[in-house]
């Protein structure tokens, strides 16, 4: 057996949340070994964020051409996907090739090693042949995969998960979207926008279930404007596939039929494949749980999808800040010694300094002014209250904070105010649907949630972030000045309705 290499700290998955640790961490002087097994960088920017948002991008340019009709003229539309395909492999992808992101971490000072990396006993992480032995910390940042139901038949068949549709260089003339979730939602609407008769067979009784009920309607309505056919309810038993089309069989026996087929259910993290049992930790959980700091046991954190505190890239980021700072702050105490006073050595030295920087500029310093949740002995603790979410439909659904349904399962004096976009100018010049839902807790006078669906819903969401983040007082946001006509206007007319 080989014998360990003594490293500082070794970050398992250098997705969104490892690669910015790992980075920081060399950054600051540690020798650090990165562990990727696919593409450092991860799903965002491969298969996730960044390709399907260019995607969008495209297809809302098509939308926004149809709209000339009725406003402005006439305007001929030819969609052509070609371009979409071709950006995504030349300026998002590098065709899926990750040299790029390796030289980066490496251009930091860390070390990377291609392979799967596995638990091997406490501060132990095998990968191959190879063996590292932690000094200071391991670092676990794998992600999730698709999550695949099991339907009789599916495994059996050539089916999408969001990778295969993101790589598409073909349209197919159908898909049929098994999943009505963030993904499906965001990418029925651009292959219909690009011709493709989409259906979106979703299990629950509406699409975007985890948001307001308001706002799944308005995205529906959206997405069938664009010609997606949307079932809800669908409780799918078995899917055939006869060399050239899919069929969905469902309970009830409705059935429908594509050319292609694309499983968006949900994620899922691999515990099983990351030998915590080796250090003590269960690994029959849907995700790795995690204190405030984002420590998962003794001498080991994680970040990212794989804490199941959100699946987006900004958590992940959000984490990674406070991963770094924590471990900084550990291994400042370690390389102190028993004397906290004694000399620094020179990766203390380097250690404060980049500790003392992350603690006053990362959005780990900013939460730490809201609250009892935030900065505690310098290290910044994490707060969930005000999670942003944004579906990038059009129009967009953002998010921020507690459902009302939420807030009134957890028993709180709960006031609603809800304004439609159309009634507010700018709305109304636009011919834009949306609306602004605020949730508030009665008790405390502030808001807890708020959503705000609209042609720009992710950008007016900011000021209502900052509005449930902080905890502005009600009093005080209804006498603030809301520039007209903007769609942030609908604001204070949701404030207006709050009873
Ligand atoms: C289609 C799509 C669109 C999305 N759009 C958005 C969006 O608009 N905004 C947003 O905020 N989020 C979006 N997301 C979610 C976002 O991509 C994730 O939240 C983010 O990638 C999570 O980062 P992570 O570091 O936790 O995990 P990942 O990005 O999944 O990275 C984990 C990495 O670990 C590696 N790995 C796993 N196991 C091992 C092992 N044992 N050894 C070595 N390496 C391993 C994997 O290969 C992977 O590279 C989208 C996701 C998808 C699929
Ligand atoms: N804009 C963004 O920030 C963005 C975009 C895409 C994805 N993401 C992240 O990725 C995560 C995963 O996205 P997702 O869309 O796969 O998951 P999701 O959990 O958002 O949605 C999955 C949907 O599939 C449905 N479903 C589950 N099993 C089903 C079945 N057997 N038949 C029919 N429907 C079924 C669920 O009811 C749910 O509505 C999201 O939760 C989000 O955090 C974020």
Redesign the pocket.
């Known amino acids: 057996m080989a014998e360990p290499e003594l490293v500082d700290v070794v970050v ?8 910015e640790v790992a980075g920081r961490l060399a950054e600051a002087g540690l020798s650090v070994v990165g ?10 920017p491969y ?3 960044i390709p ?2 260019m995607m969008i991008r495209a297809a809302n340019a098509l939308a926004e051409a149809r709209r000339v009709d009725g406003l402005a003229g006439s305007a001929q539309v030819r969609p052509d996907w070609a371009p979409v395909a071709r950006r995504i492999r030349e300026e998002a992808t590098d065709t899926w090739d990750d040299r790029a992101a390796v030289d980066r971490f490496v251009g930091r000072g860390g070390r990377f090693v291609r ?4 638990l091997d006993g406490p501060g132990r992480v095998r ?1 191959g042949e190879q063996v590292f032995q932690a000094r200071h910390g391991i670092v676990l ?4 995969r698709p999550s695949i139901p099991p339907l009789d038949g599916l495994a059996d068949t050539p089916y999408w998960t ?1 990778r295969q ?2 790589e598409v260089e073909e349209l197919p003339a159908s898909l049929l979207v098994l999943g009505g979730g ?2 499906g939602l ?2 029925a609407q651009v292959f219909a926008r690009f011709g493709v008769t989409v259906t979106v067979l979703e299990a629950s009784d509406r699409v975007l279930a985890v948001e307001e009920p308001e706002a799944s309607e308005v995205a529906a309505a959206a997405l069938r404007a664009d010609g997606v056919e949307i079932q809800t309810g669908v409780r799918a038993e078995r899917v055939d596939h006869d060399g050239g089309r899919f069929t969905v069989r469902a309970a009830g026996g409705a059935e429908f039929t594509g050319d292609r087929l694309l499983v ?1 259910t949900g ?1 899922r993290a ?1 515990l099983d ?2 030998g915590l049992d080796t250090v003590g930790v269960a690994a029959d959980q849907r995700y790795l749980p995690v204190d405030d700091r984002l420590r998962a046991a003794a001498g080991i954190w994680a ?4 804490t199941g505190e959100g ?6 980021m959000y984490q990674a800040a406070i991963v770094v700072a924590d471990l900084l702050d550990h291994v400042r105490h370690a390389e102190a010694g028993p004397d906290a006073s004694g000399t620094a050595s020179a990766v203390g030295g380097a250690v404060g300094a980049v500790g003392a920087a992350s603690g006053g500029a990362g959005p780990a310093g900013v939460s730490g002014g809201a609250g009892p949740a935030g900065v505690s002995g310098g290290v910044p603790r994490a707060d969930y209250r005000a999670l942003p ?2 579906t ?1 439909t059009d129009p967009e659904v953002g998010a921020v904070g507690l459902t009302e349904r939420q807030a009134r399962d957890r028993g709180l004096n709960v006031q609603v105010g809800i304004s439609p976009l159309e009634s507010s100018t700018r709305g109304w010049i636009h011919r834009g649907d949306g609306l602004i839902k605020l949730v508030a807790d009665a008790d405390r006078g502030v808001l807890v949630g708020a959503t705000s669906v609209g042609p720009a819903g992710g950008e007016v969401l900011s000021g209502l972030a900052v509005a449930v983040h902080a905890a502005v007082p009600i009093s005080q946001l209804r006498h603030m000045i809301y520039a007209y006509p903007t769609f942030h206007r609908a604001i204070e007319e949701a404030l207006r309705a709050l009873r």
């Open positions: 398992v998955g250098l997705g969104v949340g490892g690669e562990i990727e097994r696919d593409l450092v960088g991860g799903e965002c298969w996730g964020c399907s948002k392979g799967s990396g596995r990968v940042g794998t992600g999730t969001n549709a993101i963030a993904i965001e990418l968006v994620r691999h494949e990351l970040v990212g999808d794989l699946a987006f890239t900004h958590v992940a979410r944004v990038f």
